[in-house]
C-alpha cells in the first residue's frame, strides 16, 4: 500500500486482511492513476484550475451555482472542519441530508480535508444512525437542521458521536461558522488507496455492512462505466431520485457529472410525478432512477415532457423487459440497465444503447470481467444458470466484518445474484440467489414471472415469491398492483394466471394471486421481498389453522 495521507489510521488499519481482497485489475487504459490523489482536486478544482469555474455545476429552485461558486463553499467548509471541529485526516464524518447542494458541498469538503465520508439515507432512524456511529467510530456529523430530531437521539445512543453541527440556520450553524473562514483550502495529499468512503449496505438482511472506497475508486466509476458505457458530454445536465447516500445517486448525480464538468439537478424528494416534472423544468439530458419509477413516469407521460432526455439509466433492481418494451415504444429511447452493487461502487454490467439487448442486464462494462459459478466456484457453461462473480477495478472491502469471505471467493466478488450468460456473452439477470422458489421440484425465479405479469395490461406493479405450501413445498404468490380504475375480482386473478402460463413455461404461473394497494419498497427503490415473504407465510399459516386451502385467486 502507499503511504496514506492519514494521520488517524482508523480506516486502514480496519480494512480486511489483504489475503480476502478481490484482485484489482486496472488494465483498461485510462484507469491508472498517481500515488497522490484526492477525488475532489481532480473533479472540483481541475475544472477551476483550467478556467471553467463559471460553469455551471448545479441547477437548484434558487438559480444556478458554478463549479468556482462551489468549490469556495467547499473551501470554507474545509476550513470550519479542519480549524474548528477538529476534523483530521482519515476522520469519518456523518452526513445526513435529503440530496441538496449543502449535501455535496460537505461531502466534497471532507474528501478534500482528506476525511473519509459516512453518507447516510434521510429516512433511517435514530438507532440506525448510531449503527454506523459506532461501527465507523465517528465523532463528528453534518446534519440539515430539518432531520435534527432523529439525529439527536442518536447522539444519546452513541456515546462516540461528539459533535453535530446543524446548517439550514442558527447562531452555531455551519453557514455561521463558515462566514468567518476563507474561501481558499489546500488540499489533502491523500494516497490514491486512501480510504474516503465508507458506503453502508441498506442491510434489509442482517446487520449493514460498511464498504470502504479509496480516492481512487470515485475516479474509477467515472473512467471504467461513465467514460465508456453512458459517455455523458460537458453540456449535460443529470437528473434523478436515487439518494446520495446510495452510490448509485452518488455516481449518477454528483462524480459522473463533474468528471465531464456538466451540470445536476439535485431533488430533495423525486417521486415520478416530481421526477419528471424537474426533467422538464430543467430540460435535463441524462436521468438516474430505479426501473419502477420509469414505469410510473410512463402513465404520466405528457407530449413535449421529456423531449430534453438523451440517456436514462435504470439500476437497483431488475429492469423487466416490459418496462424497457413501454418506455421504447413511448419515447423512443432505449433505457439503460445497469447492474451494480455497494460493494463496488457504481455498474460493472450494462451495455450502450447500441450494443444493449433488451431483457438482458448487459456484457461487462470496460475494465471490468464477469461470469457465472456454481456452488463450488467453478465455472459453468454458457446458458447455464449460476451465481454472478465479477472484478474489475473497484470491489469489496468490508470494514471489520467477517462476511468479506462470503462476498469474495478466489478474488472474485460474488454479489448473490442468480445469472445466465448466453453464447455472445450477454448477462441475463435471474434472481437474488437466495430468492428462487422451489416448488415441486422445480427452480422458479421471480422476477421472471413478474416480469410476464408486468405485459399484461391491467398490471401496474407486482412482486412474486415462494409461499410455503404442504404439498409443493413452495408456491407462487404474486401481489399486483392494478394499474388506476382496474377493479380487482377472481375472474382478473384467473385471467392473470392464464396470461402468464402463455408466457412462460406453465408450471411458473402463480397457485395463487393477492391484490394489493402498494407494494414495499425501500429507500432505493428495492422491492422489499424479505417482507412479502413473511406476508406469504403469515397468510399461508393462518390458512392452514383455518383449515382452508392457500387463498387461490382472491
Ligand atoms: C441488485 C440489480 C438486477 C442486485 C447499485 C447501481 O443496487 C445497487 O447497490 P446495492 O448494494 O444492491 C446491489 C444488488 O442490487 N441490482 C442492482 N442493479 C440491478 N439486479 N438488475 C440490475 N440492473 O441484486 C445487486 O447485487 O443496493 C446499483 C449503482 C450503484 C449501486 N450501489
Redesign the pocket.
Known amino acids: 500500500m502507499l503511504k496514506s495521507g492519514h494521520t488517524d489510521t482508523f480506516a486502514r488499519d480496519n480494512l480486511p486482511p489483504q489475503e480476502q481482497w478481490p484482485d484489482f485489475r486496472f488494465t483498461l487504459p485510462g484507469l491508472q492513476y498517481p500515488e497522490r490523489l484526492n477525488c475532489a482536486v481532480e473533479l472540483l478544482d481541475k475544472w477551476v484550475e483550467q478556467g471553467k469555474g463559471d460553469r455551471v455545476l448545479m441547477h437548484t429552485p434558487d438559480g444556478k451555482i458554478t463549479y468556482a461558486d462551489f468549490q469556495a463553499t467547499v473551501n470554507r467548509i474545509c476550513n470550519v472542519l479542519t480549524r474548528r471541529l477538529g476534523l483530521v485526516p482519515g476522520g469519518r464524518v456523518l452526513l445526513r441530508s435529503a440530496n441538496n447542494p449543502m449535501m455535496v458541498a460537505t461531502y466534497f469538503a471532507v474528501l478534500k480535508a482528506g476525511g473519509v465520508v459516512v453518507a447516510t439515507m434521510p429516512l433511517l432512524r435514530a438507532k440506525e444512525l448510531a449503527y454506523p456511529v459506532q461501527k465507523a467510530q465517528i465523532a463528528l456529523a453534518l446534519c440539515d437542521v430539518r432531520l435534527a430530531e432523529e439525529m439527536e437521539k442518536a447522539k444519546t445512543m452513541a456515546p462516540e458521536l461528539q459533535r453535530v453541527v446543524y446548517w439550514g440556520g442558527g447562531d452555531d450553524s455551519l453557514e455561521a461558522m463558515m462566514a468567518d473562514e476563507p474561501d481558499t483550502f489546500e488540499a489533502c495529499d491523500t494516497a490514491s488507496d486512501d480510504v474516503c468512503l465508507i458506503?453502508f449496505?441498506?442491510g434489509t438482511t442482517g446487520v449493514p455492512k460498511g464498504t470502504m472506497h479509496f480516492h481512487r475508486d470515485m475516479m474509477a466509476i467515472c473512467d471504467a462505466y461513465a467514460m465508456n458505457v453512458l459517455r455523458p458530454v460537458e453540456d449535460d445536465i443529470f437528473i434523478g431520485s436515487p439518494p446520495l447516500a446510495?452510490?448509485?445517486g452518488l455516481?449518477?448525480l454528483v462524480l459522473f457529472p463533474m468528471r465531464v464538468g456538466a451540470s445536476t439537478v439535485l431533488l430533495e424528494a423525486a417521486p415520478p410525478d416530481k421526477l419528471l416534472a424537474a426533467i422538464k423544468e430543467y430540460k435535463a439530458t441524462v436521468s438516474f432512477t430505479a426501473?419502477t419509477a420509469y414505469r410510473a413516469m410512463l402513465d404520466m407521460l405528457q407530449p413535449g415532457d421529456i423531449d430534453s432526455l438523451r440517456k436514462c439509466v435504470?439500476?437497483?433492481?431488475?429492469?423487466p423487459k416490459a418496462t424497457w418494451d413501454a418506455w421504447h415504444e413511448a419515447t423512443g429511447m432505449k433505457l439503460l440497465?445497469?447492474?451494480?452493487?455497494?460493494?463496488?461502487?457504481?455498474?460493472f454490467?450494462?451495455c450502450p444503447e447500441e450494443t444493449l439487448r433488451p431483457g438482458a442486464?448487459g456484457k461487462p462494462v470496460p475494465g471490468y470481467e464477469a461470469k457465472v459459478i456454481d456452488d463450488h466456484g467453478n465455472d459453468v457453461l454458457p446458458g447455464t444458470i449460476g451465481r454472478?462473480a465479477v472484478r474489475g477495478p473497484t470491489g469489496c472491502r468490508y470494514l471489520a466484518d467477517d462476511r468479506q469471505k462470503d462476498y469474495v471467493l478466489n478474488g472474485w466478488n460474488v454479489?448473490?445474484?442468480a445469472y445466465m450468460m448466453d453464447e455472445d456473452g450477454y448477462f441475463w439477470?435471474q434472481a437474488?440467489s437466495d430468492d428462487m422458489i422451489i416448488s415441486s421440484g422445480y427452480n422458479i425465479a421471480g422476477?421472471e414471472v413478474e416480469g410476464a405479469l408486468l405485459t399484461h395490461p391491467a398490471v401496474a406493479f407486482c412482486g412474486v415469491v415462494g409461499s410455503p405450501d404442504p404439498d409443493r413445498g413452495q408456491i407462487v404468490k404474486a401481489y399486483v398492483q392494478l394499474k388506476e380504475g382496474v377493479s380487482p375480482s377472481p375472474e382478473l386473478a384467473a385471467e392473470l394466471q392464464t396470461h402468464v402460463k402463455n408466457e412462460v413455461a406453465p408450471y411458473k404461473y402463480p397457485r395463487a394471486v393477492v391484490f394489493v394497494d402498494t407494494l414495499p419498497r425501500t429507500e432505493?427503490g428495492?422491492l422489499r421481498r424479505v417482507e412479502l415473504r413473511e406476508r406469504a407465510q403469515q397468510e399461508a399459516a393462518r390458512d392452514a389453522a383455518n383449515d382452508a386451502p392457500q387463498s387461490k385467486a382472491g
Open positions: 458506503g449496505t441498506s446510495f452510490t448509485f455516481g449518477g426501473p435504470s439500476a437497483g433492481e431488475a429492469l440497465d445497469g447492474i451494480g452493487a455497494t460493494e463496488l461502487l457504481h455498474i454490467i450494462g442486464t454472478l454479489t448473490g445474484d439477470y437474488r422476477p432505493t428495492k
